[in-house]
């Protein structure tokens, strides 16, 4: 029924060529964007819907990228998804988000639906136990695959991640040099690379101080503010309690502060957290959360212009690209050391 | 390439039929479960790829629904979001996200793509300035829509969202019962149905009281943590600085008590917080946060099981259905009346 608007009729309205028209309609950058939002104006008040489905059967592409992450309600999976977005939109591809919740089913339902519906790529933060094969299956079916956060051993595509061990040794390194010797480890899982480097970094920089740490600094598993939350009453029964606790991410120490507080401590002052991420929250928090600023956006806006690159026919790269991390200062590891002061002054 | 692989290759694989194999692959509820999976298991195997654009082509569904809210990353629409993900993915219908910030043009490239997808249908928390006439086009070509959390005058479908006057009310009630008589409200705009009605709860239940609402209790705008942090400025520059503060949303209510511990006000015993939503972080904050729920998970749900009601044949409604909000008391609006009390008796 919408079909029924021809190219031509459009064209006619406008006085254009039909195959103006058309490029117009796939976004083709031959069409300049001025007369190509004038065509789509028009488009749309003459009712024409341009039928994809169709065309991309004739073209090689669909104009469709997905992602796919853990949970995008995640800020820390929110601020690359923005960043991948933004490149995207400047490129007019559309983009369909999915969580995997590392759950290998889901994320292979949604790699099944981006091939059948002939997506032109896939940038994936691969879910916990995702097989090499996985993503080989996908670059021999036509759809091209970018790492975002996690990596794969022998997967053969290129990927963009912080670098955790490095960024979490910065964190402990600070502690260290404000004379913390007991630093807990709060959250991750050895599953996930992320999870590991990060664990890795806080364990060599203790080390590298000549601290052997402790098994029971290192709670692994909170990876939610809830999780976080829960996580302090472990932490407050620790006996001796250790003086700082650095984190898996900036959800779970922001958890950790709620939890600390309900635990009778007062986050910064009895205990210095240090959170990893800096999402927008980790600068107003009670107390500000020190952290450390991971490069999301360079990630993400990386990531995607890796893709679009493929996309373009540029040969493809197997590279992991390791972006540096920043620590960044705030009151939850500060006025720890003021308090300490207070006491040895007193 | 990949479609070297034919059907009838599958079908001799696990001895079943072709037709079989076709209905399976296409979720067809007609090939038992246990059948479907074996099939598709089998399928990938042998590394055959379902092409679902020439399928839809051929048959009237395409699998898939949009589901286009204003961010994602807001935990409000997170947990709607994870209802409707549940709900879609026992129907087997894949599930593409889209925020459209608020921002008409992007909204309107969302639903194009999806009509040019031939999508099945549509849930949308409508972009401010959404006309009724988007909502009917996408109708008009054979995309259902259902509406959520916002709702559009006369747009003619249905929509699911709580009773955000009432929901207001309840909070404001309460601490009226507690003896406040200057309360502030917090956040939300006029452009937005939920906005106009929350504030009307508020306004309504002042007045019920016989308090006169003062211009300046109304703090427009804020619906982010962050913008809630900086409101806490305006709040604490108020003279007499009101008592208590509902909030257009838990983020508002919990970066407003950031704010307000950073302007040495003790959220909770100074001031008195209400939020709204009931997120999962509202239980853990530091206080516990007040706060309306407004059964997220219940919009998700029925506003899914609609638009699969439609999809089944069953004939449209144009209904708003309200979900009734429930007011959990918890400790932002609890200590405040001990600390009143406290000074009295002293």
Chains 1, 2 share one sequence.
């Not at 913390?180 to 991750?188: C, D, E, F, L, T």
């Not at 999870?195 to 920089?205: F, L």
């Amino acid at each position: 029924m919408a079909q029924k608007v021809k190219l031509s009729t459009i064209a006619e309205a406008l006085g254009v060529s039909t195959a103006t028209v058309s490029l117009a309609l796939r976004d083709s950058p031959l069409v300049a964007d001025i007369t190509r939002e004038r065509i789509k104006a028009t488009a749309r008040e003459l009712g024409y819907i341009y039928n994809r489905r169709a065309a991309s059967l004739r073209t090689s592409r669909s104009g469709i990228v997905g992602v796919c992450v853990h949970d995008v309600m995640n800020p820390f999976f929110g601020e690359i998804l923005k960043s991948i977005e933004h490149e995207l939109d400047r490129h007019h591809q559309t983009f369909i988000l999915c969580n995997h919740y590392d759950d290998l089913s889901k994320q292979r339902a949604f790699v099944d639906t981006l091939l059948q519906l002939g997506a032109d790529g896939l940038i994936l933060s691969p879910a916990i136990g995702t097989p090499a094969d996985d993503i080989r299956l996908a670059e021999a079916n036509n759809l091209p695959a970018v790492l975002i956060a996690r990596t794969i051993e022998g997967s053969g595509v290129c990927g963009f991640r912080g670098d955790d061990t490095y960024g979490m040794s910065l964190a402990v390194d600070h502690l260290i040099a404000k004379g913390h010797r007991s630093i807990a480890m709060i959250g991750g899982t050895h599953q996930t690379s992320t999870g590991r480097d990060r664990a890795e970094g806080w364990r060599q920089s203790l080390m590298k101080a000549g601290i052997e740490p402790r098994p029971e600094w290192r709670i692994e598993g909170p990876r939610s503010r809830h999780a976080g939350f829960n996580a302090a009453k472990t932490f407050a029964g620790l006996d001796p309690l250790p003086t700082a606790a650095v984190c898996f991410s900036d959800l779970v120490a922001l958890g950790l502060m709620y939890g600390l507080a309900r635990e009778g401590l007062r986050p910064g002052i009895d205990v210095a957290v240090i959170g990893y991420d800096d999402i927008d929250e980790a600068s107003i928090a009670m107390p500000s959360l020190t952290t450390v600023a991971n490069g999301q956006a360079e990630v993400g806006h990386r990531a995607a212009g890796a893709l679009l690159d493929r996309l373009s026919g540029q040969p493809a790269s197997d590279e992991t690209v390791l972006i540096r991390p920043v620590l960044k200062v705030r009151a939850s590891s500060e006025h720890w050391e003021m308090s300490q002061r207070g006491q040895a002054a007193g």
